[in-house]
């Protein structure tokens, strides 16, 4: 009887600190200035930045080509289904972009002085 209390005592131990939790592994950093293209859509949809900094569309929507055009027309990408396309902003404003091929997809990036 004596040993089925120590394996009960044990079981009772290895349960509770199976049952425990640990901290989870910190999150991959997301790329600074990123907007994600996939899913037919573009993430975030507002994008807030400075003067001076570079924004980075990842196109990772396989299968269907996308791309970046700005509504002024002062920057445009190419259409793609994967890659990335850079653009530095050098003025303030709000500039708002869409799709060509799917002009329901639209966002903005606002640049802040």
């Known amino acids: ?9 044990l079981l009772i131990t290895l349960t509770a600190c199976s049952t425990a939790t640990t901290p989870a ?9 990123q907007v994600t293209v996939a899913d037919r859509m573009y993430s975030p949809k507002t994008l807030t930045i400075s003067v001076g900094e570079t924004v980075t569309w990842v196109f ?3 299968g269907m080509a996308h791309n970046v055009v700005a509504d002024d027309n002062s920057f445009r990408s190419q259409l793609m289904e994967t ?12 500039f708002t972009y869409h799709c060509t091929p799917h002009p329901d997809m ?8």
């Open 1 to 9: 009887m004596k040993a089925f209390g120590l394996f009960a005592a």
């Open 106 to 113: 639209t966002a903005t990036i606002i640049v802040e002085p």
């Open 25 to 33: 592994a910190p999150a991959e950093p997301v790329a600074q200035n």
């Open 60 to 62: 990772a929507d396989k």
């Open 83 to 94: 890659g990335q396309f850079t653009h530095t902003f050098d003025t303030a404003g709000t």
